[in-house]
């Protein structure tokens, strides 16, 4: 009889520990693994990957990797370092995220577009 109570414990410990697990991510720790990605994009000398899949280019704008100089990655590359140290500020709709670097003449805003963040400035 003491065994029925032991396993439903158990049982109910593996459904909380696996609903925890579930949980979305919230913007914050989401932008996280995408500052940490594009650095490690940046560092290994891609910079067609962060153009590519990470950032938004309007349609009326012909950017492409050429434009997106060395020296132009190297403070992209700054600029996200110092944002990691920052918390972002939020939007009510949690589609758009700004960081304020104090190395940065602007603020780095990131929108969510298609379930991924995406440099927007």
Do not use: H
Request: neutral net charge; charged residues 25%; proline residues 5%.
């Amino acid at each position: 009889m003491n065994l029925i109570p032991w396993r439903l414990c158990l049982l109910l410990l593996a459904l909380t520990v696996l609903l925890l697990g579930c949980q979305k991510a919230t913007p914050e720790e989401e932008i996280q693994q995408t500052l940490d990605q594009m650095i490690a994009i940046i560092e290994s000398g891609n910079k067609d990957k962060v153009l590519q899949e990470y950032a938004i280019i309007p349609p009326n704008q012909n950017i492409s990797t050429r434009d997106f100089s060395d020296d132009k990655a190297q403070a992209l590359l700054l600029y996200l370092k110092e944002a990691k140290r920052t918390t972002p500020i939020v939007s009510e709709d949690q589609t758009k995220l700004r960081f304020i670097v104090p190395s940065s003449r602007r603020e780095l805003v990131f929108q969510k577009d298609d379930g991924q963040w995406k440099l927007n400035n």
